[in-house]
Each structure stands twice: as C-alpha cells, then as structure tokens.
Nanobody, 124 residues
Framework: HVQLVESGGGSVQAGGSLRLSCEVS????????IGWFRQYPGKEREGVAA????????YYDDSVTGRFTISQDNAKNTLYLQMSNLKPVDTAMYYC??????????????????WGQGTQVTVS
C-alpha cells in the first residue's frame, strides 16, 4: 500500500519562495516517474514538474521553468518542489503522485496511480 503525504504549503507574497515536500511510504516496484501537479478551483489537475527516480531526469511545465526545481532524497523517500519567485497565478492546490516508469507521459494525470491529499499554496 503506497501513501504520499504532502507538506510545506502556505501563504506567501509574490516573489517569495516555498518548498513542498512529499513523503512516499510503501513499496514501489521498479523505476517510477514522480510528479507534482496543481489544481485551480473548478479546473483539472495540470502537471507542474516530474522526476524519474532512476537517473533523475526532470520535466517542467513551461510556466514554472526557471522558477521551480524538483528533486528527490532517496534516503528519505521524499520528493521536493522548491518554488521561487512565486506569482499569484501559482495559487492552487498542489499534489504529488507516483506514476509511469518513464517521463514520456509525465504531465498526464491518467499516467499516475498513487496520489497525495494535496497542500494549498496561496500567493498574494
């Protein structure tokens, strides 16, 4: 049974920074792509960033490239999303998820099997 628990969300002013964490517990077989998604009220979840656990290849949505950094700490089974130069448009619920064996479909919600409960980020 795989569980993901996000933390680190909060309220910041535009230009500020936050670091989201996603602790993964349970057994995951093989290589996986672990991603961060966000969801605006009334909208579908959209891919923000992802990382392939074996090799560390990363993927970013154009809207966050240069501002967000995804990383992993395998010893702690934790995924991070460092968010800098935050903008009001980044205000959303952020979710982490475990998905496909590679990054070819990293931004598709349908590629992911396990999801966390989400953490709210508010930028004013």
């Amino acid at each position: 049974h795989v569980q993901l628990v996000e933390s680190g969300g909060g309220s910041v002013q535009a230009g500020g920074s936050l670091r989201l964490s996603c602790e993964v517990s349970g057994s995951i077989d093989g290589t996986n792509c672990i991603g961060w998604f966000r969801q605006y009220p009334g909208k579908e979840r959209e891919g923000v960033a992802a990382i392939v656990t074996l090799g560390g290849t990363t993927y970013y949505d154009d809207s966050v490239t240069g501002r967000f950094t995804i990383s992993q700490d395998n010893a702690k089974n934790t995924l991070y999303l460092q968010m800098s130069n935050l903008k009001p448009v980044d205000t959303a619920m952020y979710y982490c998820a475990v998905g496909p064996p590679d990054g070819s479909s990293w931004s598709s919600v349908f590629s992911y099997v396990y999801w966390g409960q989400g953490t709210q980020v508010t930028v004013s």
